[in-house]
């Protein structure tokens, strides 16, 4: 077991005790959510309902019907991709992908849609807004599908206008907030997002196999998975209604209340304190860094506005390598690729990859100082 988890950007560690204690309660009481008018069940309704309502709220939305829970952000994404194009739609996206967005573009390629990568700073992973607009304007185009934080390099890309332009424009946004979801805070409505994807076990803070998909009222998609719902069970047709249209099958009920736990822990916290929080660890993080002679830092600096996760390399050693010497000495960050090869291949550390670091919530400047000083101490195994 590590003593120091700095992968919050895979998976937050340790979750809030509110979370633990409403999974192991939700296991022991039983009962599936629409299933059964019996107590159990009814208990298990009121739970997915308190944790659709706990959404909405955290992102500013007044209608938590249009909140539609997947297993994780993966999952929502591909109901958003597969749900809304056709051959022939035109994609705008970006060279800061996670797999989870290429490739099931690249799947739909072969479909006959049409994606146009547009490329990142190779310095900071940020993407220009202008360079955005100009490729989504060249041709007529359905989507734009934009990472909101990279999780290799944390850059955070700029989503302020984009909304309310694709709207002028006619082009629906699906935006991938994995890596900022809980960790700085978003506004679905005045950011005129219409798709958000989301996973509900990083900076939302609650357990694996939780995740869910945002549809802004007017997106029609069509459901991945067809099935009972509970409800219309008369019916041979998959119902219309929001979120039953994309929810068939059994819920995960012990995730989902250790989801409306970690949302309650959030919105009690407050997101905007939390983010004031991480990115202090982040800058002492990367400012250690870069006194560390051999380390080489990559995306956007300590002073510039940016996600949780921290890239860089040791000069002489391999990833992979340090990787397992960090564990050795209990401290637990990912390397390699990433999920990203994309995002590797636009800031030049392709196919090497990086040493990630993640801080989370329960992150402390004592672990990030110890952190610093293993890596320091790493010279000594050239
Ligand atoms: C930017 C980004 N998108 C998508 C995903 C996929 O998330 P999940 O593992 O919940 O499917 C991740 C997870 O690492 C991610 O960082």
Redesign the pocket.
């Known amino acids: 077991m590590n003593s120091f988890y700095l992968d919050n950007?895979?998976?937050s560690h340790p979750k809030p005790e509110a979370v633990y204690r409403a999974v192991d309660a939700a296991l022991r009481s039983g009962g599936s959510a629409g299933r059964g008018s019996h107590q159990q069940g009814i208990v298990a309704d009121r739970e997915v309902f308190a944790t659709r309502e706990l959404l909405a709220q955290l992102f500013g939305v007044s209608s938590s019907e249009r909140f539609v829970f997947t297993?994780?952000?993966?999952?929502?994404?591909n109901l958003a991709l597969f749900g809304l194009l056709n051959g022939g739609d035109r994609v705008v996206t970006t060279s800061m992908?996670?797999?989870?967005?290429t490739r099931p573009l690249r799947a739909l390629q072969d479909r006959g849609v049409e994606i146009v990568k547009v490329a990142a700073n190779p310095h900071t992973g940020v993407v220009a807004t202008a360079d955005i607009q100009a490729a989504c304007l060249a041709t007529p185009t359905r989507l734009l599908v934009i990472?909101?934080?990279?999780?290799v390099f944390g850059s955070l890309q700029p989503l302020d206008d984009l909304g309310s332009w694709c709207r002028q424009q006619g082009i629906v946004l699906l935006v991938?907030?994995?890596?900022t979801a809980g960790l700085l805070p978003i506004n679905l409505n005045e950011l005129a997002i219409d798709l958000f994807?989301?996973?509900?076990?990083?900076g939302l803070l609650g357990p694996?196999g939780t995740?869910f998909l945002y549809v802004h009222e007017g997106i029609e998609l069509r459901p991945l998975i067809y099935g009972g719902t509970g409800a219309n069970s008369h019916s041979a047709q998959q119902p219309e209604m929001l979120p039953e249209r994309f929810e068939s099958g059994t819920f995960n009920i012990p995730g989902l209340a250790g989801l409306s736990a970690a949302l309650r822990f959030l919105l009690e916290t407050g997101v905007a304190q939390i983010h004031a929080r991480e990115i202090q660890l982040v800058q002492l993080l990367i400012n250690g860094l870069a006194q560390i002679h051999q380390v080489q830092l990559y995306g956007p600096p300590a002073d510039q506005p940016r996600g949780s996760?921290v890239s860089f390399t040791i000069k002489g050693m391999d990833t992979a390598t340090a990787g397992y010497l960090l564990d050795q000495r209990g401290i637990a960050v990912r390397t390699g690729l990433?999920?990203?090869p994309d995002s590797h291949r636009s800031c030049g550390t392709f196919p090497a990859g990086t040493i990630r670091v993640s801080p989370g919530f329960f992150t402390t400047a004592a672990q990030i100082n110890y952190f610093l000083e293993q890596v320091d101490s790493l010279k000594t195994a050239f």
């Open positions: 950007a895979a998976t297993a994780n952000a993966t999952q929502a994404l992908e996670h797999n989870a967005v990472n909101h934080a990279s999780n991938d907030g994995s890596q994807a989301a996973p509900g076990h990083k694996q995740g996760a990433h999920c990203s």
